[in-house]
């Protein structure tokens, strides 16, 4: 069974940047599809971000791209969400996910029902 924990959340104000990290435990952090989505209040889980099992190759959402980067350490089974020049509308809670099937490109891994495990959350509050 995978467990995975998010930290890093916080409240922050507009332009500043946060470090969301994931760390996984119980099984094979390399072999897994890692992603970060995000729910606001009222609104659907959205996707943010997904790397495939080496980090050799990342997608992030039109939203986020060239503020957000997706990482990972698979020496520390850890993935790292940097978050740069914050939003209001990024506030939200912020799940990590991870996928145990193989990289299977952009359409799919944005896909929340292609993920097996979910962390708790970890929220994240931009003032303006």
């Known amino acids: 069974q995978v467990q995975l924990v998010e930290s890093g959340g916080g409240l922050v104000q507009a332009g500043d940047s946060l470090r969301l990290s994931c760390a996984a435990s119980?099984?094979?952090?390399?072999?897994?599809?890692m992603a970060w989505f995000r729910q606001a209040p009222g609104k659907e889980r959205e996707f943010v971000a997904a790397?495939?099992?080496?980090?050799?190759?990342?997608y992030h959402a039109d939203s986020v791209n060239g503020r957000f980067t997706i990482s990972r350490d698979n020496t520390k089974d850890t993935v790292y969400l940097q978050m740069n020049s914050l939003k209001p509308e990024d506030t939200a809670a912020y799940y990590c996910?991870?996928?145990?099937?193989?990289?299977?490109?952009?359409?799919?891994?944005?896909?929340?029902?292609?993920?097996?495990?979910w962390g708790q959350g970890t929220q994240v509050t931009v003032s303006s």
């Open positions: 790397i495939n099992e080496s980090g050799s190759r990342t």
């Open positions: 996910a991870a996928d145990t099937g193989v990289w299977s490109g952009k359409y799919y891994q944005r896909l929340s029902n292609r993920y097996d495990y």
């Open positions: 119980g099984g094979t952090f390399s072999l897994y599809v």
